[in-house]
């Protein structure tokens, strides 16, 4: 029985994360870039460090991993709740105020306000 009937959210938006090697080796990512991704200072994506085994549910820990927020989907909230009861297992979960900032950049990035041209400087 559904504890909140109505309430639940049609969709829910996910974002795809991969591991960060995978992006630090993409062809468009350089040192300098990859600075400021690994520091997240870059508005498109978000550095997750290392999970140590003793904080993985699985016991096996996870490799550093980075979210792209160009690349965000949606799953009906229903088929992620079957999938949890069926076969997905939370590993680990992102702690107050991490959880937190990951929020606040993914939704600042899709929020931003493209200008018709960039401000000049006189000087």
Not at 52 to 74: H, N, Q, V, Y
Not at 89 to 112: A, I, K, Q, T, V
Not at 113 to 121: D, F, G, N, R, W
Request: glycine share 4%.
């Amino acid at each position: 029985m559904d504890p909140n009937p109505g309430k639940e959210l049609p969709d829910t938006l996910l974002c795809e994360v991969s591991p960060a090697q995978d992006l630090r080796t993409r062809g468009d990512i350089n040192h300098s870039i990859w600075k400021k991704i690994k520091a997240n200072k870059d508005e498109r994506y978000q550095f997750l460090q290392h999970v140590p085994r003793d904080k993985d549910a699985t016991g096996e820990g996870l490799s550093e991993l980075a979210l792209d927020f160009k690349r965000c989907f949606s799953l009906p909230t229903g088929e992620i709740y079957a999938q949890l009861q069926a076969q997905a297992r939370r590993r680990c979960r992102l702690e107050s105020p991490y959880l937190e900032h990951l929020s606040d950049r993914l939704f600042n990035y899709h929020g931003r306000i493209a200008l018709p041209a960039e401000h000049l400087s006189e000087t």
